[in-house]
């Protein structure tokens, strides 16, 4: 199975239209936010659906130091997956996702998850990170870019894959959770490409 994009090149750095969060003087500030452009294909015979999964492997373990000015996140700690974006029962007959198919801008309180035109949205991890915020808190539906903490020692990965399953649904509740779509799709996997990307807002980071 192949995976391309027209803007995301595997191993480079994600271009900073599709991060949420950007640098600037005084801190970051919400991007563009908007997802990527992606093509699939060679996948296998009886591939009845697809689905799409971005999730950054090297997310703190603590928040303790994250987003400190007075301190970093260490290189050292133990990391966690972060979803970025989660949408599957994509129809065997889409092969392609245009830019800004699924986000275009920071949306307060989260798109909608559950059906649409693409597929089926799950949350991200964003709905946990912002459910402490009064103006933020709610269920961040489909994508949300990079945002990492601008004080982190470490470059962030995001794993963009694409997933050939041979079932057309996997029946998942509202408001699936990445661990829910890996469980699901536990035995339904025919095929998968990934294209993985780097990002960071500290400018002394590390791979």
Request: with cysteine; hydrophobic share 45%; proline share 8%.
């Amino acid at each position: 199975m192949k995976l391309s994009s027209l803007t995301l090149v595997d191993g480079a750095s994600l271009p900073v239209i599709h991060a949420l969060g950007v640098a600037a003087a005084g801190g970051p500030v919400p991007g563009a936010n908007r997802s990527p452009q992606l093509s699939w294909s060679d996948f296998p015979a009886g591939t009845r659906s697809f689905a799409i999964i971005c999730v950054d492997p090297d997310v703190p373990s603590r928040g303790d130091d994250v987003n400190q000015s007075d301190r970093t996140v260490p290189y050292d700690l133990p990391r966690v997956d972060f979803f970025h974006w989660l949408l599957v029962d994509i129809p065997a007959s889409v092969h392609a996702l245009a830019e800004a198919a699924d986000a275009d801008g920071l949306v307060p309180r989260g798109k909608p998850a559950g059906a649409t035109a693409l597929g089926v949205r799950g949350i991200n991890d964003y709905t946990g990170w912002f459910a402490g915020d009064a103006a933020m808190a709610g269920n961040y539906g489909g994508y949300d870019g990079a945002w990492p903490p601008f004080n982190d020692e470490r470059v962030h990965r995001y794993q963009f894959t694409v997933l050939a399953l041979d079932v057309a649904t996997l029946a998942l509740p509202l408001n699936f959770t990445g661990a829910e779509a890996r469980q699901a799709m536990a035995g339904h996997v025919l095929d998968q490409s990934t294209l993985t990307v780097t990002y960071s807002l500290f400018p002394d980071a590390r791979m």
